[in-house]
């Protein structure tokens, strides 16, 4: 299909446009913001700016433009759902937006967009619709009269054609407290016929469900901020927030029916039709298409910036995501993994524009393809599960499968609603729908709780004025800084603020560095250093009251050198890594400790020991070769295109820092290190081991750690070569001897055990009762392992003729019973599983097993006594019945 404009085009007028008017292009930030607790997945292009609308921090411009990846699919924004089921939402999807940081607000703002739609790219004025905030008596908020007016006076559309809306639609928040204000939205008419609910309700501006009018581009006005008692106080500048889909702009510039027919979806709907052998088509075969075609894209950009499908957090949700592709690829025909087979399809598409994508392109196929085979098992399952719930149903004669079991299909075996109404509906059967979405909206409640954005408000103690928190600890282990503010936190630790500090503040996994802060005869300990928008703050315990006078502030030195021994190891052997094993290696996360590191790597195999040895040695090659490290700034673009390695998934300024080990190892880092690799002394690693699909990870030592362990393991050695009265090298196959010869004594002694509970049998056959003419043992032995337990009932089956058994004992004051039958009363229907249910449960127990022998635990050992005096009534009864 030729398309009138690309979505390649689209992207970058919009752009061009926006620097056109003085913006600076501002790359996108990940779509995993491993920086920002309170959020699971970037789902905003404000998301990266969040800190100056907080004004915790700033910025070298006051006008951006980028196009943000995103992902909708948990809390508040959560699109996944509606997936597949219309032809415009997504779960990962470009925002193009503009912002103004103090600059200019809502007619500026107003116009550009109007012109950038209707003299840039030939929108129909007749078929737009503009909506502004129609006030709130109840907040005293006046409707946005000046919004509307700049509508009438800067644009062309219909003055009818504007609207005023409530706060639902038209009032942006950035959380319960914060920055907010009213938003104006730009609304398309796509015409008569492209709403396939027009019986149901009315088409019209944000009228839900409606396909007919289509929201384009969002413009927020943020002029206030929320306080904690809910009141409003205006802002001491005004700021501007747009955002517009591109997948919903292409649409409409390439003139077609729906998001999924443009050049973003066709060659991914294309490559899926050849897979499955199938064409894409309207019904549920066309919503299997485009669920499979969202999720797979969801899926590429979240793994290819650092997120791993697990069963937490964001983890969760991309598994989620992942199994609900999956299980709609059944209705594709597609038993087997085939959706990492997508994924050069997805990179072919966007990585021109995301060329991290193409970096990671063999590791998010990995990945996904080890979670479409993990699946494949739990799919299984999930199935197994269902038939089980259908069948209770049929016993309850129910013809109606309950919200909370479609909803546990869902959550955990990944079984979308509609895929189990169908499964339920080839069988005569229906779903509580309203029981199921009321479970998904406590899950909603949850989510939305777990992400909540909430404004630290602390009572700040203003010292001095001027920049603050310069950082030092480059060049410098103390410095004499000003105090610039401080203030106590829910911990009664203090949080100060220094216009200058040679503390390294937590970040890029080194840990924070700790020392200590003295002013005058006051000293306070700085036991963790963190950053707050531009802000470090020194997080410290101590007595005094901070003051004026300057403040001399000295970090740890041993601590210090131990991380830096650390982070360039780091380097050292993720540069080992990807020489060994390949150029698929990249970091996945890490931590620089002063006692250790730790260093996750994707990977798809377990490192045998030749390869770990191998990195080991090239490493400590490297140490002793003591290289001399060249640190220096260059620009983002220009590093990358010389080939120095970036950290997937980590947002970096245009302006870097390159940590460079001769031709051997070159970072972007802005961390600790040591000036010459000989300073590191040495390094081993400690474990390999996998963490998830697709990554490993690697502890390790060095440095001064290395040497207390070193001879601890030499004591060690040591003690074990004299208790053996062996040289060294003779050490491990004593050891060996000496645990053969130990396994060899527990084996006889356990057969000598057997042998004389077998020899308590006779005893206890001599206490037989005469019960319904059978022989019935029953009696509480003292014996201590299970296999001897089993061997004295297998001896009393024999011996039985015909006859049954009842045993029970005292395991870790744990009750457990043993019964058994011979195998003439089980010829009758005689069962061991049931007569050791009607005993156990005197003793609150239960248990099963075979037709011949059986096995319960209790819970009450105190009852057993009580058990064993009821068996023989429990017994004949039962037996009585049977015979």
């Given amino acids: 299909m030729c398309f009138l404009k690309t979505s390649q085009q689209i992207r970058q007028e919009f752009i061009s446009f926006f620097e056109s008017k003085g913006h600076r292009y501002v790359r996108s930030s990940p779509v995993v913001p491993m920086d920002d607790p309170t959020l699971l997945f970037t789902n905003a292009g404000m998301n990266q700016f969040k800190d100056i609308f907080l004004e915790t921090g700033t910025r070298d411009y006051n ?276 959706i990492h087979e997508l994924v050069p399809t997805v990179v072919q598409v966007m990585g021109d524009a995301f060329p991290e994508i193409t970096a990671q392109q063999s590791h998010v196929a990995g990945v996904i393809e080890a979670e479409e085979e993990s699946f494949g098992q739990t799919l299984d399952r999930g199935l197994e599960i269902f038939e089980q719930m259908m069948q209770q149903l049929v016993t309850q004669n129910n013809q109606q499968l ?49 992400a909540k954005f909430k404004v630290v408000m602390d009572k700040w103690q203003s010292v001095s004025d001027g920049e603050h928190s310069r950082f030092v600890g480059y060049e410098t282990l103390t410095a004499t800084s000003v105090l610039r503010k401080y203030c106590k936190n829910e911990k009664g630790q203090w949080l100060i603020v220094l216009d200058q500090t040679p503390f390294y503040a937590e970040s890029g996994g080194q840990v924070a560095d700790q020392g200590v802060l003295t002013q005058g005869n006051s000293q306070w300990q700085v036991v963790d250093v963190q950053k707050d928008g531009d802000a470090i703050l020194h997080i410290c315990t101590g007595d005094a009251v ?100 970036a950290l997937f998934g980590e947002k970096y300024e245009d302006r870097v820092r390159v940590v460079q080990a001769a031709d051997y190892s070159a970072e972007l880092c802005g961390g600790c290190h040591v000036s010459a690799t000989g300073e590191i002394g040495q390094f081993r690693i400690l474990s390999e081991s996998g963490i998830a699909s697709g990554v490993r990870r690697i502890n390790a030592v060095t440095g001064p750690e290395l040497e207390r362990l070193t001879r601890q393991e030499g004591k060690i050695v040591g003690k074990m070569r004299q208790l053996l009265n062996v040289v060294v090298d003779e050490v491990p196959s004593s050891v060996e001897q000496l645990l053969e010869e130990r396994k060899q004594l527990e084996k006889e002694l356990m057969e000598l055990k057997k042998q004389t509970a077998v020899g308590g049998s006779e005893q206890l056959l001599s206490q037989a009762q005469q019960i319904a003419g059978v022989q019935v043992v029953i009696a509480e032995v003292n014996i201590d392992s299970m296999d001897a337990f089993k061997s004295l009932g297998d001896s009393l089956r024999e011996q039985l003729k015909p006859g049954v058994a009842v045993l029970a004992t005292l395991f870790s004051d744990k009750v457990s019973f043993l019964c058994v039958v011979s195998d003439q009363l089980v010829k009758q229907q005689v069962r061991a599983g049931e007569i050791i249910n009607l005993v156990a449960a005197i003793a609150d127990g239960r248990g099963g097993g075979k037709p011949h022998l059986a096995q319960a635990g209790a819970k009450s050992p105190e009852k057993l006594p009580d058990a064993l005096k009821q068996a023989p009534a429990l017994i004949e009864q039962y037996l009585q019945e049977l015979l």
Wanted: one cysteine or more; aromatic letters at 10%.
């Fill in 63 to 338: 006008r951006a433009a980028n196009s943000q990846k995103c992902i909708r699919a948990s809390g508040k924004h959560n699109d996944l759902e509606d997936v597949g089921r219309d032809n415009y939402h997504h779960t990962f999807f470009e925002m193009l937006g503009n912002w103004s940081f103090g600059n200019y607000f809502k007619e500026e703002a107003i116009s550009w967009a109007w012109e950038l739609f209707i003299e840039k790219w030939g929108l129909p004025a007749d078929k737009l619709w503009a909506t502004v905030f129609m006030g709130s008596p109840q907040e005293n908020l006046e409707p946005d009269l000046e919004a509307e007016q700049l509508w009438k006076s800067c644009t062309t559309v219909p003055h009818h054609q504007i609207l005023r809306c409530n706060k639902k639609d038209n009032f942006w928040e950035m959380g319960e407290v914060g920055p907010c204000g009213p938003c104006s939205e730009i609304h398309i008419d796509l015409g008569e016929g492209t709403c396939p609910h027009t019986g149901v309700h009315q088409c019209a501006v944000n009228v839900d469900g409606c396909w007919r009018f289509v929201e384009l581009w969002n413009l927020v006005f943020i002029q206030f901020n929320r306080i904690p008692s809910g009141q409003l106080e205006k802002l001491p500048a005004n700021h501007v927030d747009t955002g517009m889909g591109l997948e919903r702009i292409c649409r409409v510039l390439q003139k077609v029916d729906s998001n999924y027919d443009t050049d973003l979806f066709t060659p991914i709907l294309d490559s899926i039709a050849q897979t499955v052998d199938k064409k894409y088509e309207e019904g549920e075969i066309g919503i299997a298409f485009r669920v499979v075609a969202d999720h797979l894209r969801a899926l590429t950009f979240a793994i290819a910036d650092g997120a791993i499908p697990s069963n937490e957090g964001r983890g969760h949700v991309l598994r989620r995501m992942l199994r609900r592709a999956t299980r709609f690829g059944r209705v594709l025909g597609m038993n087997r993994p085939f």
């Fill in 546 to 645: 901070p003051s004026s006078v300057p403040i001399q502030a000295a970090v740890d030195r041993d601590n210090r050198l131990t991380t830096a021994y650390n982070h360039t190891a780091t380097h050292l052997m993720q540069a080992a890594l990807r020489r060994i094993l390949g150029k698929h290696v990249n970091q996945a996360g890490s931590v620089v400790h002063p006692d250790y590191l730790r260093f996750d790597f994707t990977h798809f195999e377990k490192l045998n020991d030749a390869q770990l040895e191998e990195v080991e040695t090239l490493v400590n090659q490297k140490i002793r070769e003591n290289i001399v490290l060249h640190i220096y700034e260059t620009g983002y673009d220009q590093a990358i295109e010389n080939g120095i390695t």
């Fill in 402 to 450: 309950s919200g909370e079991n479609a909803f546990k299909l869902y959550d955990t075996y990944g079984f979308p609603v509609d895929l189990t109404r169908l499964m339920c509906e080839e069988r005569q059967f229906s779903v509580d729908e309203a029981c199921f979405e009321k479970c998904m909206e406590q899950q909603r409640t949850r989510a939305r709780e777990a």
